[in-house]
């Protein structure tokens, strides 16, 4: 049983145990590593008043949740909420989570969430990098096309990676569903 929530405390705390609690968690290293920008907090209450909880506690994240666990989070944000320009994000935070079909189905249901949620959005994208080769599988195994790689914008340990742009429309989502 897979299912999307708004965050609380318990999930919170959840993710915090699997997410932000060690040193150096797996998730971090496939997550926009580049960025380095990666804080662990020692304590849940420390955790809690984070600039990332205050962020999963709003409108434009949502908690996985497997067997009542928070295991972890999509996410949706606006490039230009004009012109209705989104993108979404998701990681899974404890490792033991993955290949097991889990981020498919929070990802296919995200975006059919989104979608519903928003009656004039026709697009949908998610950026990733190409050293993340799973991310880009899970994007093409949904029905996302890859619509743009801008080539070396991504230095990381001594070599340059692509950004990677996938993509979809409306029209493509329904029809790959309906099948």
């Known amino acids: 049983m897979l299912n999307l929530e708004n ?3 318990s999930y919170l705390k959840d993710i915090w ?3 932000f609690k060690a040193n150096n968690p797996e998730w971090t290293k496939w997550n926009a590593p580049y960025f380095n920008d990666y804080i662990p907090y020692q304590s849940f209450s420390d955790f809690k008043e984070s600039p990332i909880s205050t962020y999963l506690l709003s409108k434009s994240c949502k908690a996985i949740i497997s067997n009542g666990q928070a295991i972890g989070m999509v996410s ?3 490039i230009d909420k004009t012109t209705l320009w989104l993108e979404i994000g998701i990681v899974i935070y404890n490792p033991n989570y993955w290949h097991g079909g889990l981020g498919t189905r929070a990802l296919e249901k995200w975006i059919t ?3 519903s949620e928003y009656p ?3 697009h949908i994208g998610l950026t990733t990098w190409n050293g993340n080769l799973r991310m880009m599988h899970l994007a093409e195994k949904i029905g996302l096309k890859k619509e743009a790689q801008i080539r070396r914008v991504r230095y990381f340990q001594g070599f340059y990676y692509d950004s990677v742009k996938y993509g979809v429309l409306r029209s493509e989502w329904e029809k790959c569903k309906n099948k």
Do not use: H, M, Q, R
């Open 17 to 19: 145990k699997d997410g």
């Open 113 to 115: 969430d989104i979608f």
């Open 7 to 9: 965050f609380n405390s």
């Open 76 to 78: 949706k944000n606006w």
């Open 120 to 122: 004039d959005l026709e």
